[in-house]
């Protein structure tokens, strides 16, 4: 009993020990931007009509609704709420749409497989049961299409308002913060200016015009050399940022936080009393209009919030809790609490605050975005009740409609260029996924049918060479019009095919184990298989030399579990899939052979080949310039065991063997898309314009999956949508 309870303490301190590095690290990376505004935010409050109202209670209502903005919009809803809508520890936007996909079937994309559901990161332990019942609010919303759409619409919205952000945000970030020598230069060129007796050459007014255009200049050049140095440090990769600027973004909370303490002593100890919120009745009573268009300036006290949430999948969310509560949340209330302090004594330098451009309609519009995709998350995925979902809409999505209408003035002086950024990254994302999805439907309409591969018998009706072709297609179900079209111009084709789909499931992340589905097309005798790879949206596409190995060693496996009653049976359609590599005998059908038998057996293969020696002579020669497809071609393997009890088991094997050693080869259909000549302007726009010029100037599949050139063979395919 006292181990067990030792071994508790332990663990218990290695958690404690991990979410404290953790939140260190955070620092660094996600407050950084939270933690600017005190540099320009009263400054901005006061820029307008509202330097009139000088008086202690404005800027105490000012102060109060900083305070109650920060605590309802950051501290409860991001740090308390939101960040517990996590997707396997991935946050943002598109981590809210990709669970509500899971659980309420929002996907538009048709390539989902029933298997995707038995993904150990499909379903969390914290939602939803699969078993708990639909709402009829929920069964409404997964019949209608138009409803996807919107949604996927307001999706990639807030996406693009979130890279907009990250367009605008460092240059402004960075300029504020050195803005400070800005004013301290016009302070000395003031001075000199206006002190003929000890300057009596820096009296004329054109030359200190021109010294303080010297001065904007000097501080817009030291803003581009961080910013220069910033991005060049940015191929060191997050860990080692986070490390060096978490010590440089504490330093500065913590003298954000002692600077506040000292104002509040020094000038206006009753400040507290601003944590009222009558005070911030009261600054609207005074205030009136005037009041409500800065509410523009008060939102910038949160700007950098949803980086908390987006940031996820870095850092834990206690660990993002931890370094907001204890550290973050009260630095940031000290310094604003002091400010107003200061302020509500000295109300003319008011004007010495540094103002800043910040795009605060990209942010307001953000977390507005946000709030109307947690309310589904709440309904959907939560199952809570319909009534807490609108209630939680209703309370937060009032509160930044407020600011967002404040914000509207801002439109015609700026504030557009974050809508016009975002509008035309939201086009250009609807018509890659338009294209896509368009692509899709005509594959899968025009699909090839079973009953015709039946008729052409195991052979197909086509010579079947030594080999192996890996047909990559987008369907995960039937045959593509691809392999019809190569076989209706070259009657030929490799002695085992696989039909290759590589696709993306709504989860963050795919474990290696389970992230291959393979199972049979046709009867045995064809030589005809299916290898689905499955990859979250967070995983990084690593298609390296052993991706043909991890396909082979899939369907030598996929053959045993059949054999024993676990796979799909032989039969004339698709059979069931199987996520072999979950099995405990994966990895132990097939082993690499010796490098001496390598070379016994290599003249023996290429005596066997049914390539002529010109060919044979040609891939010799393509293999010494690409030194990784030599090193490819001499990984060979052995089957371990010589004992079956089927017989059929063992050739089958022995055929994938021998077919591997004689080569691979990849098919890839090469599209050519238009659309018909009777479409809509808008789809001949979307379809020949935007998302042509997208696939051309994307990289192509054979580099995206790592092809060499001499096993590649392209299919044309025209589509007319």
Known sequence: MKAHTSNNMVDCKAQCYQVLISAYRSFGIVFGVLSIPPLFLYKSVFSGNLHRYESQDVVFGSFSLIFWTLTLLTLFKYVVLI?????????????????????????????????DEEISTYHDAGYSSRLTPSSPFKRFNETRRKWKTTVLIIVLFGASLVITIGLLTPAISVLASVGGLEVKLKNFNHSTCTSP?????????????????????????????????LFVLQHRGTYTISFLFSPIVIIWLLCLAALGIYNIIEWNPRVYQALSPYYVYKFFKDTG????????????????THAMFADHGRFTAASIRVAFTCVVYPC?????????????????????????????????????????????VINFVWYKSLVLAILFIVFFGSIEIIFLSSFCLKIPTGGWVPYVLSAVIVFGMFAWHYGSRKKYLYDLHNKVP?????????????????????????????????????LTNLPAFYQIVVFVCIKTVPVPFVPHKERYLIGRIGPKSYRMYRCIVRNGYKDVSNYEDDFENDIMMSIAEFIQLEAQGCGSHDGSVDGRLAVVRSSEMFGKRFAPSDSDLTRESSSSTVA???KSAALQKLQHTYELESPLLSLRRRIRFKLLESNFKNADVKEELMELLDAKHAGVSYVIGHSHMKAKWNASFMKRLIVNVVY????????????????????????????CL
Not at 88 to 105: D, P, Q, T, V, W
């Open 83 to 115: 960040l517990s809508a996590d997707d396997n520890g991935e946050g943002g936007i598109f981590a809210l749409y990709s669970i509500l996909c899971r659980h309420a079937r929002f996907s538009l994309l048709p390539n989902q497989h029933a298997a």
């Open 197 to 229: 007796r000890k300057y009596p050459d820096l009296r004329n007014n054109d030359i200190c015009e021109n010294n303080q255009g010297k001065n904007l200049g000097a501080v817009i050049l030291i803003a581009c050399v961080l910013l220069v140095g």
């Open 289 to 304: 209009k005037d009041g409500w268009i800065a509410l523009a300036g008060i939102f910038l006290c949160i700007t950098g």
């Open 332 to 376: 940031l209330v000290l310094q604003y609490m002091g400010q107003a302090a200061y302020f509500s004594k000295n109300f003319s330098d008011l004007s010495l605050g540094f103002y800043a451009s910040v795009p605060g309609t990209a942010y307001v519009t953000l977390t507005l975005v946000t709030t109307l995709m947690m309310s589904l």
């Open 450 to 486: 079973m009953k015709w591969i039946l008729t052409l018998g195991p052979s197909l009706g086509i010579v079947r060479v030594p080999g192996i072709g890996l047909i990559y297609t987008e369907l995960a179900s039937g045959v593509p019009p691809t392999f019809c079209h190569f």
């Open 608 to 610: 066997s080949s049914s």
């Open 692 to 719: 042509s010029f997208l696939r051309k100037n994307s990289r192509a599949p054979a580099v995206v999956l790592n092809i060499p050139h001499i096993c590649l063979i392209e299919v044309g395919m025209n589509y």
